[in-house]
């Protein structure tokens, strides 16, 4: 088990910024990939951003590159997403997620450990 917590989820106004947090807490983990994913109400979880553990290589969903950067500390065992001009539509609830298959980092469903998730409500 890799338990994950995630954290700096809020209410920020309509172009404003937040920074999201994601550890794996216990022992230090490997996983291939580190992602973000997102849920709005009535809507299925979508991929937001991952980063490979390995050489940081990062991908972006459309509807965030430009506006978003992940970053990781591998001494803290944390993820980061900051998350910059959010509009109204980035609400959700954000989950990151670990994955230990070299591949597919944008499919949620090659991901098998998962955080609580973390809200974001961004207001128009």
């Known amino acids: 088990q890799v338990p994950l917590v995630e954290s700096g989820g809020g209410l920020v106004q309509a172009g404003g910024s937040l920074r999201l947090s994601c550890t794996a807490s216990?022992?230090?983990?490997?996983?291939?990939?580190w992602g973000w994913f997102r849920q709005a109400p009535g809507k299925e979880r979508e991929f937001v951003t991952a980063?490979?553990?390995?050489?940081?290589?990062?991908y972006f969903a459309d509807s965030v590159k430009g506006r978003a950067t992940i970053s990781r500390d591998n001494a803290k065992n944390t993820m980061y997403l900051q998350m910059n001009n959010l509009k109204p539509e980035d609400t959700a609830i954000y989950f990151c997620?670990?994955?230990?298959?070299?591949?597919?980092?944008?499919?949620?469903?090659?991901?098998?450990?998962w955080g609580q998730g973390t809200q974001v409500t961004v207001s128009s």
């Open positions: 997620a670990t994955s230990f298959v070299h591949i597919y980092p944008r499919d949620s469903n090659k991901y098998d450990h």
């Open positions: 980063i490979s553990w390995v050489d940081e290589s990062t």
């Open positions: 216990g022992r230090a983990v490997s996983p291939y990939y």
